[in-house]
């Protein structure tokens, strides 16, 4: 089924779970029912020697396989909306005239129609092209009660079948004002809610600002270096924390993250408070903000660490890297320092956090190699298995 609304009804070309999408894959689906009607009554009416009404079918199947075969390379929703419009506005003012096989056929196209004018044209232009409409429908029965003249039907059920059009165009005029209208107000919801979380993250950025302001002027009243250390790192971790509500104020996204943005932010701050060289290669992937966060303590503590332990006098590198391998993701943070034993039980705070923070994300899993400097490889998946 998805291959089919992406591909055969071109759902593809458009966002996902969007509105042009949904118009996009309703125009082709129109396209391709009403041209399998068309060809089954074509034949019929070839067969039958009703040649007018024939070549009235063929015309029209020929227009909607054109629109079919250009859209959306050459023309957009809305163009091909009134291509098929135009076309059937044609044939059913053509069934209502020219005899064909099945007469009755007019009364689907009737049944039809005000319901493409109003879902692709919207309510405005709807009324405008149903009211136009309603006056070409009007014209066939007038015409016909004044001249004699008899086309398909007597010009009294051709009154009917007018009559039947303008109900049920009005009809679809209300739900569609009242769908249009919720939408509206929906919109101006979402809007709101989003200004309101935009305004959160920018107040709970602000608050730790303050938050982290006040350690740093604590620490700088405590001289033992050990309890000194412990301020620098929880205010390290906070600006972490920090910068996910920055990226989260400043992009348009109040629930997504841009990674690359994210992480390569918290890897400045700390090239700030190093001499040794930092390397990012992170790939621009949008990612949920609650892995987002959790990812951004886990790159913070295990830099941090490596700051602080990896070397000794000499100078060295942390390369990091975050690409998507398949349905899965891969954050690997290494160092060239000196390692250390794997095998032994360390009581470090930044190891716990950095394999308690990694067992939160999707079906995740984590190797720590500790020879020839230590590298650290987070594998998870993209979302949790439903």
């Not at 350690?215 to 910068?243: C, G, N």
């Not at 095998?343 to 923070?357: A, E, M, N, P, R």
Request: hydrophobic share 45%; aromatic share 14%.
């Amino acid at each position: 089924m998805n291959f089919f609304e992406a591909e055969i009804l071109k759902g593809k070309y458009f966002i996902p779970k969007s509105r042009d999408r949904l118009r996009a894959t309703m125009v082709n689906l129109f396209i391709l029912i009403g041209a399998f009607v068309l060809l089954l009554y074509a034949y019929e009416n070839l067969v039958q020697g009703y040649y007018v009404m024939l070549i009235v079918e063929l015309f029209i199947l020929m227009i909607l396989m054109v629109a079919y075969l250009i859209f959306p390379y050459y023309i957009d929703v809305n163009h091909t909306s009134y291509m098929i419009l135009g076309a059937l506005t044609f044939l059913l003012s053509m069934s209502l005239i020219v005899p064909d096989q099945d007469p009755e056929l007019s009364l689907f196209w009737l049944a039809s129609l005000p319901i493409f004018v109003f879902f692709f044209l919207g309510v405005e232009k709807g009324i405008r092209w149903s009211t136009n409409m309603f006056v070409v429908l009007l014209f066939i029965p007038l015409f016909s009660y004044i001249t004699g003249v008899k086309f398909v039907y007597e010009w009294e059920l051709l009154s009917q079948i007018v009559l039947g059009y303008l109900v049920v165009s009005y009809m679809l005029y209300v739900i569609e004002s009242e769908r249009s209208s919720y939408e509206e107000r929906l919109n101006v919801a979402l809007e709101e809610n989003k200004i309101l979380f935009k305004e959160v993250h920018h107040r709970t950025k602000n608050n730790m600002q303050v938050v982290m302001s006040l350690l740093e002027s604590q620490s700088f009243k405590i001289d033992d270096p050990k309890y000194k250390k412990m301020f620098e790192t929880h205010v390290d971790r906070l600006k972490a924390m920090s910068l996910m509500h920055k990226n989260l104020y400043s992009n348009h996204s109040y629930e997504e993250v841009d990674i690359q943005e994210y992480l390569e932010e918290i890897a400045q701050s700390l090239q700030t408070y190093t001499e040794h060289t930092i390397n990012t290669d992170i790939d621009p992937i949008i990612i949920d903000m609650k892995i987002a966060m959790n990812l951004g303590l886990i790159f913070n503590e295990a830099v941090t660490n490596s700051i602080e332990h990896a070397f000794d006098d000499e100078m060295g590198n942390i390369d990091i890297s975050f690409k998507q391998v398949g349905e899965r993701y891969n954050l690997c943070i290494e160092d060239n320092g000196k390692g250390y034993d794997t095998s032994k039980i360390y009581k470090s705070l930044g190891l716990t956090l950095i394999k308690d923070l990694s067992a939160t994300l999707p079906n995740s899993t984590i190797s720590i190699e500790g020879q020839e400097g230590v590298k650290i490889k987070i594998f998870f998946d993209q979302e949790e298995d439903v």
